[in-house]
């Protein structure tokens, strides 16, 4: 991917070939064709000077390329409470994308390398959590990212292959990730981790309902399994108020004989109301 530091990132290869196999199974227009060639010429041009060029200037050519610098940032609170903040100066020659189990996309997994928390120890041995950072100073001209796919499989004790694939689109945009736009992804990703611990908190929610007590089946597949036992001499049954939502398993209420009250409403629950209520009630 070549970069710049005005913030943006083309995804092309070295050639065109390498860039349609990179794309995937898009079909490369005139346009894309053009713009591959055109970095693909500069890039040559680059590297050709960097082989004729006098050995001290070597090592700038080749940072020029591949190198970028960066500032590390740890924030932490010490024992009387004080946020404090330690930067220290970061070079790099490419990124690391964490893979998962599931699909991501490029943003995502570089918003997990730059970004992350463990346990710390200060100057005066007082034991903490700290987050740490990574601002961009200057992209490199060549940006370089390295997906981290291996992950040790304690039970079968070996290395495994995470295939869950990475997402990459043609442009990839690095404002977010420059020191000089600290303050507002700094506000951006509060609101995201605001909304994410939101979200797992609604699919936690959701999961008890669709997997009712770690099992495969749903809280109402659940409730009729159990009326069909231990409840067959149930009187009244009520479950308003609830999220339930699909079809109530009427199958299994026939088994409960001596059921008088059932109690259904504010539910999403679909179907028609069986018979069986009504020879229920008799």
């Known amino acids: 991917a070549k970069a710049g530091t005005g913030g943006a990132a083309g995804s092309a290869a070295h050639t065109p070939a390498n860039a349609a196999h990179l794309l995937g199974d898009e079909a490369l227009t005139r346009s894309d064709e053009a713009k591959l060639l055109r970095a693909s010429a500069e890039t040559q041009r680059t590297y050709r000077a960097a082989l004729h060029a006098e050995p001290d200037d070597k090592s700038d050519f080749v940072k020029q390329l591949f190198h970028g610098a960066a500032v590390n940032e740890i924030s932490y609170r010490d024992e009387n409470g004080k946020e404090c903040l330690q930067a220290r100066d970061h070079s790099f020659e490419f990124l690391s994308l964490p893979v998962g189990d599931h699909a991501a996309d490029l943003y995502y997994a570089l918003d997990q390398f730059v970004t992350s928390d463990a346990d710390f120890t ?161």
């Not at 390295?146 to 292959?161: G, L």
């Not at 694939?165 to 043609?170: G, T, V």
Request: with cysteine.
């Open 122 to 282: 200060t100057g005066s041995q007082y034991r903490t959590r700290a987050e740490t950072c990574l601002w961009m100073k200057r992209l490199p001209s060549v940006l370089m990212f390295h997906e981290q796919r291996a992950r040790y499989d304690k039970d079968a004790k070996q290395f495994v292959k995470l295939r869950a694939p990475l997402k990459f689109s043609k442009t990839i945009y690095m404002d977010r990730y420059l020191m000089g736009n600290k303050k507002e992804t700094t506000e951006v990703r509060q609101r995201v981790k605001g909304l994410r611990e939101q979200l797992q908190r609604v699919q936690s929610e959701a999961d008890g309902i669709t997997a009712y007590n770690g099992t495969p089946q749903s809280l109402v597949d659940a409730l009729g399994a159990v009326l069909v036992g231990e409840l067959a001499a149930l009187r009244e049954l009520k479950l308003d108020h609830n999220a339930f939502d699909g079809v109530l398993p009427w199958a299994h209420l026939a088994n409960v004989t001596q059921l008088r009250v059932l109690t259904l409403s504010h539910n999403r629950l679909g179907g028609t109301l069986s018979s069986l209520v009504g020879e229920l009630a008799a």
